[in-house]
């Protein structure tokens, strides 16, 4: 994959999960539809996709430092 997209890739990725865990839209709109009983396993898939997605921002990183 080219540097570029593996960059955009991992700083949106994080970017959306850093949104769901900071503010209360999923907590709202999962209450709307009545799933709110999910929201206490949110922590168990949000933060590792926030760790999985800044992971491939250091390694867009790395390989675009070492292409330099």
């Known amino acids: 994959m080219e540097n570029r ?3 955009a890739t991992g700083i949106i990725g994080f970017m959306v999960a850093a949104l ?3 503010t209360p839209i999923l907590a ?9 009983a999910v929201l206490g396993y949110l922590d168990y898939v949000l933060i590792p ?4 997605f800044l992971g491939i921002v250091a390694y867009a990183a790395y390989r675009r430092r070492r292409s330099a």
């Open 28 to 36: 709202v709109l999962f209450g709307a539809v009545g799933l709110s």
């Open 49 to 52: 996709a926030m760790v999985l």
């Open 5 to 7: 997209k593996l960059m």
């Open 20 to 22: 769901c865990c900071f």
